[in-house]
């Protein structure tokens, strides 16, 4: 194997593109806090963010439209659905409901002004992954220079340094302020977004300080401590100016929704009493950034892992990511969500940490599918406490959620939008599509299962998971309508963000039962029935989830073979769409499988290949992304990498954060004069990393269930199973190899599936010592081995590739 370091990202060009630098620039995080480093030499510039800093949001009292529900069932059942569709939006509008959503507020800029003698020269700038630390270095007269930065985790404070290879050479000046306006690109028609109020700055040489308004009338801010090795350090006007300094250290702390006198003399002090040096708090960051991204590691035998990003673009763009930015992709997704998110915060949305707009474009927590690919990895990735922000969320808001079930539709439980924000979980979107879509609470419960599934905490599914799940099926009880034949009926419906082949120029996508809705209903309500026995809890209300569970309609194949995306006959299906909702069953559900239901499997295979094969320019950079998980459920390793493939030649930048299309016009994925920034699509690829490696339900692992031809060798150790069992994955095809090492937190039974066209090894000494854990052989292709596991003792599975 390379066993050359290959977390890093590695740039020969500073952050460039006009009007948005902050989109190409290197990103670090506390979970907390996050800095962007632009990466210029003379005036650097390092955008501050804090999780905690939204704006623009207006939340009035959401009336109760719920009496105009009939009506719009009536409109729908009579097939007026154009009629039918505003009837809510409108009541909504009449009663005065005008609602604004909020979005992230970037903090501020930090900017060092550094002199330049000759011009730069040997520049790079690069990101290790491993620690969190962002460097630039260049020469200049033959001297080297360089800026190194991280955000601390244990401290939520940033912590850079300037360093000079000449004694005395660093002539510098440091100041902070607003994030530049100059740096902000509007999407087109897009109006101009207000700024933030009453900027001061200001600077005592030793210490820089800075604060605005926000709208909601409290200030944020930052101060920053700078400690000079030798020199001189004055103050001109808000600048602290070092002369001759052989390097100088940069403490800064930021706080939100205060006042500005009080918060900088508390950060004032603080800053103080700070005493370590950098590398003593590079390494206490080190300590627990790296237990969380360490947990797992990937190795796919990658050549040239020391190549720039710029020469691994290049060379996708030919046609195949090299295996250096494959698994620099996986790891760089795996980054980002730790580095934005972390216990007692908010979960990570779809800008991160890294907002670098006053009204970001889609700039909050998406669920109809991009809440959930960014946390798809946290699982098998061996990263479990990551989701409890998501779950610390919803938890928050959840009165807001029942409200929105009571007045939007009569309902009791919860009815959680589309989009929110940290501030309001009530319907802020008024649009038809997001308020008929009722799957978002469903989708979430798959997280709050999956969660106890993995990590076998029998306390939070008691105490968290199934309260949850019953909230929504409290809501299913009361929204579901019984057609004459007994069975469900979902009534208004939507398949986000898709409409009926034959109702283009029609209504946007309100309908009558969609795939998707019955397929997150029958989820949750198979889960709680089998949590709330298990637990011995509700079990007065089992039979009435039970029973609606047999009244759910069977899924359907249309006349090409593939599953319908809305089981009505009035409605064509619609390939030349990104979504894919109604392929939940097969992913993120494993409802369906080909060794469950073969010939339902084969339907949602033929699904999943119209989307690729004739929607081609309508997919996106997130879509991509979760179409190479669903080839990967489907087994199918080379149509998912295949998927990853054309996400690196269309949507992905210079730093490898991914857009939401390609903004150069190629051809592949949507057409847009803008392309927004957004992350989900980074996360997607790591999952579907990771889908490719091992699938796992309970009682079940799948290794290597998708490995491309192109991954001819490899290791993946430290993945998660259902049923807390860490898996590491060895193979080599060239050799004929393949080893498997499970360890469990507790005792039980798990069958392992081997990879289609391997046999147990004649050279496994390890695996007939391992015959005392009852390892049972079948004579099936693909074989599959029942090991009984210990608690703690690890069991090898060693196997031949023919």
Known sequence: MNTEHPWKLKLRTPASWWGAKWREALPTGSGTIGAAVYGAVHRETVMLTHGDLWWQSRTPELPDVSGRLPELRRLMMEGQEAQAEPVLVDELHSKGYDPVMAVPLPLGDLTIVSDVDAGFKHY???????????????????????????????????????????QGSIQARLSLGLHDPADVKRPPERPEAPLPTEAETGSDGTYVWYAARSDDGTDFGAVARIIPKQGSLTADGPEAVISGADGVLVLLRMFVHGRREQEWKRLVAELAAEERSYAELLTAHVRKHRELFGRMSLDLGAEGRERSNEELLLEAYQGEAPLAMQEKMWAYGRYLLVSSSREGGSPCHLYGLWCGEYRG???????????????????????????????????????????????????????????????????????????????????IAQHYYDYYLYTQDREFLRERALPFLREVALFYEDFFMTGEDGQLISCPSNSPENRPGNRAGGPKGTTVNATMDFAIAKEVLTRLVDGAEQEKLYLGEVPVWKDLLGRIPAYQINEDGAVREWMHASYADEYHHRHQSHLYPMFPGKEITKGKEPALFDGFLTAVKKRLVVGLKEQTGWSLAHMANLYARLGEGNLALECLDLLSRSAVINNFYTLHNDWRNMGIGLSMDWAPFQIDANMGWTAAVQEMLLYSEPGLMRILPALPDRWTRGRAHGMLACGNIEVDVDWDRKKGHLAVKLRAASAGSITVELPAGTGISDRAPRLRESAANGIMLTGEDPIRVQVELQAGQPVVVEAAFQ
Not at 134 to 146: L, Q, Y
Not at 362 to 377: G, P, R, S
Request: overall charge negative.
């Open 124 to 166: 790079s700038r690069e990101l290790d992954m491993q620690t969190g630390e962002v460097t630039v270095r260049w020469k200049d007269r033959g001297a080297a220079f360089e800026r190194a930065l991280f955000a601390s985790r244990p401290e939520d404070m940033i912590v850079m340094e300037l360093r000079a290879e000449n």
């Open 361 to 443: 474009f889609w700039a909050f927590n998406m669920a109809n599918e991009n809440l959930q690919m960014i946390y798809w990895q946290a699982l098998s990735g061996r990263m479990p406490e990551l989701l409890l922000p998501v779950f610390d969320y919803v938890e928050r808001l959840m009165d807001d959620f029942r409200l929105n079930a009571r007045h939007i539709y009569g309902c009791r439980g919860i009815f959680i939008p589309a989009p929110t924000a940290p501030d309001s979980g009530l319907i802020k979107t008024v649009t038809p599509h997001i308020i008929h879509w009722t799957g978002a609470a469903g989708w």
